[in-house]
């Protein structure tokens, strides 16, 4: 009986080889090594976004933005959202409270959501009041990309008007910040 080997390379990732047996029935085996993956930096269009105004007009009266990644292969975002509450042009600082960690990269998978606030603080002289801002993520450096314009709503769906004379930005977390 004659056995002959045949083994094939394909794009130096996939080995498969095939065995004929004697009598003449092909084995296949294959092998496929572990894809070097590079996960990239989120992109704004890669999340979909919520904005939940919650506690309007009372202590702790924040904006919960909830970004969840739609697409199929898992991104990155580090830091807090680069935040521009209405028609501002100031870009809203990090909160002092906030707990550190903002240089490292958080990797939201396929479906996964992050979560930011804003905090909002009025009566403390030149109040604001909007229902629109627009938000951009930051890279490892600090920098911005492109901005999304967002609406926040309120519990039931609906446009809520926030009002703010300070406000302020928390750290992008895979936990809901604020302990309500």
Known sequence: MRT????TTVLATTTAAVALTAG??????????AKATTTQQCAVGDLSYSVLHRFANEQGDHLLVTARNTGSTACWVTSYPSVKLGRTTNVLPHA???APG???RITVQPGAKIYSAVALYAGLGNDHTATDFSLALRDQSGHTGQATALKSRDAKGNLSKFTWSE???LNWNKQKPYDF
Do not use: E
Request: proline share 4%; hydrophobic share 40%.
């Open 4 to 7: 002959s080997r045949l083994r």
């Open 24 to 33: 003449g029935a092909a084995v296949a085996s294959a092998a496929t090594p």
């Open 96 to 98: 002092k409270q906030d």
């Open 102 to 104: 903002g240089k490292d």
């Open 167 to 169: 406000a302020d930005v």
